[in-house]
Every structure is written in C-alpha cells, then in structure tokens.
C-alpha cells in the first residue's frame, strides 16, 4: 500500500491510497478532479473509492467529477448523507470496511462539523484526520462544540504512538508559531520547527506526521483539560 500526495486548491492535501497489488486505489478527500485525474491517468491507477472526512467544499469539490469519470464508489458519513455530493456509501461511527484489499475504520470526530470522521487504515496503520488533526493544530470549531472537538482529539491521542497521520491542510508552519509562542519552553518543538522550515524551503510537504511528534509537540494535544484547549482555541483563531 502507498500512499500520494497530491497538492489541490491553495493548501489542501488529497490522498491517494494505491494498492500496488492490483493497482485500486482510493482518493481521500479530492478538493478538486483534476490534479487526481492526471496523476490516476500517469499512474494508470484503477480508482475505486472516494472517502470523505468531511462535507466542506475543499475536501469533496472533485467528487462528482471523479465519480462520472472513473465510476468510482463514494464513502461518507451516514449522518452527512445529505451533504456530501454524489454519496453511494454510508459509514457509521467505529465500522470496519473491508473491500478490493483495502481495510479501514472510521470514527466519529465531531467538532469542525459535526459529521466529520477520520479513516483508520489499521493494516498500515495510516490515520486520515481531515480537519481534525493538524500537525501541531487542529480544526476550527465551526459546527460543534469545544467538548466535542476535545474529545475527538482525545480519541485520537489514544492511537498508538508511531501511527502516521495524513491531515487536510499545509498550516504547519502558521500553526507552530502559535505553539511556540504559547510552549516557549517546549525542547522538542524546537527541534521539530526548523526540520518543517526546511522542507517547505525545499518545496515538500510536511504530511505525514506521526503521533508521537504531535503529542509532544502539539499544544492542542498538550491541554490537560477542556478550559484550557476552549482557551487555546480561541486565541488560535484571532492569531
Ligand atoms: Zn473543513
Ligand atoms: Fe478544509
């Protein structure tokens, strides 16, 4: 299993999840078609599955697009059935789905929207956390509560350590001088922002990270407690 980047819009990461094996793939939140289409005509990849972390439009403006052109199956959230284009699929919260050799969960992250879930592709151990997770940020709370976003970052943080986790926007940069202007004393985020300023310099993304990384480095998986991340989150959004 390998999995592509694929740069869209202004700072959107989609994926491309190709199962080397019989050359299926799955495309993980195509802001828009065209990029995915070249790189699924260059590689002549067999797309099967478009998954949906969530129904804002930077994450499924490619999919009726994709799905007319390659008949492709598109998987969201069973409780934004009615807004995510072109849905064949519904997910429920904790369901394992298992088809053509991929295998992956989804969970119920509610707190950007409230219908956003993450994907878990257990095998490989990949985690694909939309708007949730960030490195070294998480979402804005547009449609849910700061409890709600809370607790799905907790979710998150009990996935085990080397989990790599594919996220949905290049804000790495932006996101840690907030961290460190609030962890001034943070080691190993010092350690960590220069790595991420030389691959933007080099023009690479800094997708994936790992959790390990995140939960040291991380302030929004540092909070202890719900006041202080309604706090920090708060203050991230007039940064
Ligand atoms: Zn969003
Ligand atoms: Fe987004």
Same mark, same amino acid.
Do not use: C, R
């Given at each position: 299993m390998k999995v592509i980047t694929v740069k869209c819009l202004n700072d959107n990461f989609s994926y491309i999840v190709l199962?080397?094996?019989?050359n299926y793939a799955c495309v993980i939140?195509?802001? #828009?078609?065209k990029p995915i289409i070249n790189i699924v005509k260059q590689e002549k990849i067999n797309l099967k599955y478009i998954l949906n972390t969530h129904h804002h439009h930077d994450h499924v403006g490619g999919n009726l697009e994709l799905k007319k052109m390659f008949d492709c199956k598109v998987l969201g959230f069973i409780n934004d059935k009615n807004n995510i284009?072109?849905?064949?699929i519904f997910l429920k919260d904790k369901e394992q789905f298992q088809n053509k050799g991929f295998e992956f969960t989804t969970y119920h992250t509610p707190g950007?929207?409230?219908?956003h879930v993450i994907f878990h592709f257990h095998n490989q151990n990949l985690l694909f956390t939309g708007d949730t997770l960030f490195s070294l940020g998480c979402g804005r709370?547009? #449609?849910?509560s700061y409890n709600q976003m809370f607790e799905s970052l907790r979710l998150i943080k009990n996935?085990?350590?080397?989990t790599l986790i594919y996220f949905g926007h290049e804000y790495t940069f932006q996101n840690s001088k907030f961290c460190i202007y609030h962890d001034s004393n943070n080691k190993k985020l010092k350690v960590k922002i220069p790595k991420i300023l030389e691959k933007l310099k080099n023009n690479?993304?800094?997708?994936?990270?790992n959790l390990k990384d995140e939960l040291d480095c991380n302030i929004f998986l540092r909070c202890k407690d719900l006041n202080s991340f309604s706090k920090l989150r708060e203050l991230k959004d007039n940064f």
């Open positions: 199962n080397e094996e019989n939140d195509p802001s #828009e078609a284009p072109g849905i064949d950007h929207t409230l219908g709370i547009f #449609e849910g996935f085990s350590q080397d690479l993304s800094t997708t994936p990270t």
